[in-house]
T-cell receptor, first 113, second 118 residues
Framework: AQSVSQHNHHVILSEAASLELGCNYSYGGTVNLFWYVQYPGQHLQLLLK??????LVKGIKGFEAEFIKSKFSFNLRKPSVQWSDTAEYFC???????????FGSGTRLQVQP | GAGVSQTPSNKVTEKGKYVELRCDPI?????LYWYRQSLGQGPEFLIY????????DSGLPNDRFFAVRPEGSVSTLKIQRTERGDSAVYLC????????????????FGPGTRLTVL
């Protein structure tokens, strides 16, 4: 079955630290990959997405992610986190036969001032 | 502009009861999705509507779950004979669907309905 794995369930960082959240998917076909973020008390919102082309994609708020096909990975990165980045982050993919997303279990990021 | 809205925001019910959860998508969005998010998990797909019809209901866990979208806008998720395991946040999302093809349009999520079955 197609799935997404996020191995970091809870990450605690100090402000200005660098961030990398892991995401691995298991699907052999063409995938479209996404990172969603849910800030406390807010809706899920799209952070960035990869469809094709340059495997390094940039999203909002200084986030970026790199698609590495050989590793089935799509890790999220930010060079310097802020307290306002405290949120839950979800990796997701959409296979080309469907329009619904398959989400990972999420990573809760806590940034300490 | 207005986003996706869901009502009620919270619903507490007793085991065995029937519940209805409502979703108002963004105006003009023809695609509508329901997801369920259990504690500590990511959202899980339930059903997808394109217009009035359910294009994919493969995520519905069993026949106690049913969803409708009679006029291609508002959707209602219906759960019969609720069980404690149905307790979760039910999320609705909508997107602009292209007239054809398989290209993706961003899904915009609502705030969810938190369902608690006692």
């Amino acid at each position: 079955a197609q799935s997404v794995s996020q191995h970091n369930h809870h990450v605690i960082l100090s402000e200005a630290a660098s961030l990398e959240l892991g995401c691995n998917y298991s699907y052999g076909g063409t995938v479209n990959l996404f990172w969603y973020v849910q800030y406390p008390g807010q809706h899920l919102q799209l952070l960035l997405k990869y469809f094709s082309g340059d495997p390094l994609v940039k999203g909002i708020k200084g986030f970026e992610a790199e698609f590495i096909k050989s590793k089935f990975s799509f890790n999220l990165r930010k060079p310097s986190v802020q307290w306002s980045d405290t949120a839950e982050y979800f990796c997701a993919f959409l296979d080309t036969g469907r329009r619904a997303l398959t989400f990972g279990s999420g990573t809760r990021l806590q940034v300490q001032p | 502009g207005a986003g996706v809205s869901q009502t009620p925001s919270n619903k507490v019910t007793e085991k065995g009861k029937y519940v209805e959860l409502r979703c108002d998508p963004i105006s003009g969005h023809t695609a509508l999705y329901w997801y369920r998010q259990s504690l500590g998990q990511g959202p899980e797909f339930l059903i997808y509507f394109q217009g009035t019809g359910a294009a994919d209901d493969s995520g519905l866990p069993n026949d106690r779950f049913f969803a409708v979208r009679p006029e291609g806008s508002v959707s209602t998720l219906k759960i019969q004979r609720t069980e404690r395991g149905d307790s979760a946040v039910y999320l609705c999302a909508s997107s602009v669907a292209p007239p054809g093809g398989i290209s993706y349009n961003e899904q915009f999520f609502g705030p969810g309905t938190r369902l608690t079955v006692l």
